[in-house]
Every structure is written in C-alpha cells, then in structure tokens.
C-alpha cells in the first residue's frame, strides 16, 4: 500500500516514462526520416490538396504517413504518441495543457437547409427556431455534434436528431431532400452549398464557442527537421489559402 507521497510519485514517474517512450519514438522516425501526420477529414478535403503540392515539390511524401480521422480522436493519438503531428478542429478550452498548439484559423457553424425548408425563407431565422425541426448531424468523432449540443442546452431544449454519419455527403443529400436541417461549419469547399442547391442560414441568437483549426503536436517534442519543414508548409498553405479566399469573397 503506497503512502499518499508515493501515489504522487508513481504517478509522475509514470509520466517520466511515457514522455521517454514517446521521445525515443520520435528520435527513432527522425533518424528514418518519416512523420505521422493526421488530419480531420473535414479539413482534409478543403486543404488537403493545397498542402501536398509543396509536400512533393520539397521532395518529402514519401517520408510524410497521412491518416485522416476525427478531431477526438487524432488529439488521443497526439497524446499517445502515435501521430507526430496533426492538423485538427478543436474547442479551445478542451485542449491538453501537453500539447502545443498553434491556431491555423477560427471557423464559423451554420445552419444548412434546403431552399424549400420555412426556415431558408425567413427574414431573421434564429437557431431557437431552428430547433423546432429535425436534425441530421455528423457524429460523435466531429466538432458539429458537441458544439450543436452546446448550443441547445444554452437554450434548455431537447434537440431531436434523426440520424448521425460520419459522412457529410450523406449529411447534405438528406438535408437536399428536405428531410431535416444539417449543422455544418465552413470548413468546406467554397461554394459547396451552392453547387448542390442547398442554403446555409447563419443565427446570432446563441453564445457559439471559440474553435479553431489547430495544428497540435506534444508540448515536449521540439520541431526539428522533418517535424519543421512540414509545420512551416501547413503554416504558409493557411496563410496563403486563406488570404487568396479572402480576397476573392
């Protein structure tokens, strides 16, 4: 039976050991000259493309191992050490003080209806009102659900979705149908919603919480080599995306 003094001290020798194992994982793809790179898939598809490009021009998509997957998910394989780095939504007061982050860009929710829904005729649709219809979300590995959940509660409503996917392809062809509304974020490719004839509605009536694109790998890594080169390209691909889509609006 461990004393108080050395529950506290196995706890941090724990730590010890596990930042060592992850630091000679580290050290170990340096010296093969590889990365674990993960993405969100709604990133991925808006950005993707862009940070490849100088990926190859730099000679470096052999040594870069790309997964994509949800937001909940690549901040656990961060943390584990399974991926060295990755580029994630996320809400800023859920991060782990052991990572380190740098904030690529915020990002904006909407409403995402179809031109024959009440709501896309309204004059000042408001998310309360919202909330009078049905739901089709993408699940539980996403952003959308959580911050959707958030925003009912602010409201003390009890949502009724319908269905959750992890596809949000799936998520806008039933909201084409005029089935239910959706709740996306404008990690999308500019203009999607107008190329399948669907509306998003903006709402000012709720308290949104701040999230960003984040770039996180762990706090203890230092950014070196390989590590670097990639963290400058995702870097300068934001700026440089961002800027031109600014200006084109």
């Known amino acids: 039976m461990l004393t108080p003094s050395g529950q506290q001290l196995l706890l941090a020798a724990n730590d010890i050991i596990s930042n060592w194992q992850h630091v000679n ?13 993960g993405i969100e898939p709604s ?10 490009k100088p990926i190859i021009e730099q000679d470096l998509l052999s040594s870069v191992h ?22 994630s939504g996320n809400l800023d007061q859920t991060l782990d003080e052991r990572l380190a982050v740098t904030p690529l860009r915020p990002f904006k929710f909407r409403i995402l209806a179809s031109p024959e829904h009440p709501l896309a005729k309204a004059d000042h649709p408001t998310f309360e009102e919202a909330l009078k219809s049905p739901f089709v979300l993408l699940n539980a590995t996403y952003l959308n659900k959580l911050v959707f959940r958030q925003l009912a509660g602010q409201l003390s409503i009890d949502p009724q979705v319908i269905f959750e996917s992890d596809s949000s392809t799936l998520i806008r062809g039933l909201v084409k149908e005029n089935l239910a509304l959706g709740f ?36 203890h890594q230092f950014p070196i080599g390989l590590v670097k080169q990639v963290m400058d390209i995702i ?14 609006n």
């Open 25 to 37: 994982e580290s050290i170990s793809h340096l010296r093969q000259h590889t990365l674990r790179f």
């Open 43 to 52: 990133v991925s598809e808006h950005y993707l493309p862009a940070l490849t």
């Open 66 to 87: 790309t997964v994509e997957m949800g937001s909940n998910q690549l901040v656990k394989q961060v943390l584990a050490g399974q991926l060295d780095l990755a580029i």
């Open 184 to 219: 996306v974020s404008d990690i999308t490719v500019p203009g999607s919603s107008h190329n399948d004839g669907l509306v998003e509605i903006p709402f000012d009536d709720v308290q949104v919480p701040s999230v960003h694109i984040n770039m996180i790998r762990r706090a």
């Open 235 to 248: 870097e300068q691909t934001f700026d440089t995306k961002d800027a031109k889509e600014s200006s084109s």
